[in-house]
């Protein structure tokens, strides 16, 4: 049977009356250009975004360092897309992907935080099953989500920081296994919490160890739940806060319409996070985050959290002054609601090569006689019988002269 995945609107990206005002407001505030000019772009950093689909021929994305892995997450549909009349699906992962490296060309002028990194797009697919409601349909089943297929295979491809602004709505056994792995190599995991309190299961954000992010306008108000009017949409376990209301849109032609939501906050955030590693390549991935909830708002101050706002907007400039190695290499993200992964489960991951044993070896070895119950070569298996075999009949030979010397002795005592 195959495993419906609940695609949750983790960050829709609202599309409300025309706007005419500026969506730069988060580049200049961060002080992008000069930073940039400094030449901290994210360049040699690797960062996979995982979201719906991709167009990749938009020329926000030409001349970047863009890949995209065909292979969908969800069984069907396809990763890219060159649809003439822009859906949601396209528009979302193609604007959170153009946050990080835009070029500034194109629908929007969407310039990206960090232009010079490395970007790898894994897709969910589209379009997907959707019969009785199902937006994607995983096969064949596993012990894994589909999220976790994506984190795991950015792992394997040596991602620095993984974007996720596309929430899953199925948490399986295995998921826990998979984050485990990536903080243990280090990997840097930041997702959107859900703009509405509709999405409440939607997850990986509520993970240990996964930095977690809202979105704030410029007028500095956290963003208002978007299917529950005069509600704020604040998310207990939230990390921290990005710019993420009133942007421009690489589908959309310029000011038509500006979009909001927690899936343009985890782009900046990831990207704020890259350029960190990029000048700071020493620093691990929880000195990273360290780092992160550390330096938040343009001075320093003592580190505090509050509910709505968690460790506070996210600074571009002060995570660039303050070196990540100042701080514990230890996460401190591993006290969520959530309890999961443990930090045992990390600490154990770390201990192994891989998340779990690769199932052909072990399917192979089942398989070969020759090689079933030893670790050895068949031909160490050979020699160890024969050395058996000679120990038992030496001994059977040494019991045969005992015992007739034995019927010996007694033989004679009798006379």
Not at 67 to 74: A, G, M
Not at 308 to 322: C, I, N, Q, W
Not at 361 to 370: K, N
């Amino acid at each position: 049977m195959a495993l419906a995945l609940a695609i949750v609107g983790v960050a829709s990206l609202a599309a409300p009356a025309a706007h005419a005002a500026s969506s730069d407001w988060w580049y200049d505030g961060f002080g992008v250009p000069e930073v940039q000019a400094q030449g901290w772009t994210g360049q040699g950093v690797k960062v996979a975004v995982i979201d719906a689909v991709i167009n990749p021929d938009l020329p926000v994305f030409q001349g970047t360092n863009l890949t995209v892995d065909k292979q969908p997450l969800c069984k069907g549909g396809t990763v890219t897309t060159t649809a003439p009349d822009p859906t949601n699906d396209e528009a979302h992962g193609s604007d959170a992907t153009a946050l990080l490296i835009g070029n500034g060309k194109g629908s929007g002028h969407v310039r990206g935080i960090a232009p010079k990194a490395d970007v790898t797009f894994y897709g969910f697919g589209f379009p997907l099953n959707t019969e009785a409601g199902q937006r994607c349909v995983k096969g064949p089943i596993g012990e894994t989500s589909i999220v976790s297929d994506g984190i795991q295979r950015a792992v394997d491809d040596g991602a620095r920081v993984i974007s996720i602004s596309i929430g899953d709505g199925v948490d399986l056994p295995g998921d826990p296994e998979v984050i485990a792995h990536a903080l243990a190599k280090g990997v840097v995991i930041v997702a959107a919490v859900p703009n509405t309190k509709n999405d409440e299961n939607a997850w990986p954000w509520q993970r240990n160890g996964v930095v977690a992010v809202n979105a704030f306008g410029q007028d500095g108000r956290l963003q208002d739940d978007q299917e529950v009017a005069g509600r704020k949409d604040v998310w207990p376990g939230t990390t921290v806060v990005a710019p993420g209301v009133g942007f421009e849109s690489v589908i959309w032609k310029k000011h038509d319409y500006l979009i909001s939501g927690s899936s343009l906050a985890t782009p900046l955030t990831a990207g704020i996070v890259a350029v960190a590693a990029q000048k700071y390549p020493q620093a691990t991935g929880n000195q990273l985050i360290q780092s992160l909830i550390h330096n938040t708002t343009p001075n320093d101050h003592e580190l505090t959290y509050v509910e709505d706002f968690g460790y506070g907007p996210v600074s571009l400039r002060h995570v660039l002054a303050v070196d990540p190695a100042k701080y514990p290499d230890v996460n401190p993200l591993m006290d969520k609601a959530s309890d999961s992964p443990t930090a045992d489960q990390v600490a154990a991951a770390g201990a192994k090569p891989t998340v779990s044993p690769a199932p052909s070896a072990s399917r192979s070895a089942a398989a070969d006689p020759a090689t079933r119950g030893t670790t050895g070569p068949p031909g160490a298996l050979i020699t160890v019988g024969v050395v058996v075999l000679a120990v038992i009949v030496i001994g059977v030979i040494v019991l045969i002269v005992v015992a007739a010397a034995r019927r010996k002795k007694n033989a004679g005592g009798a006379v």
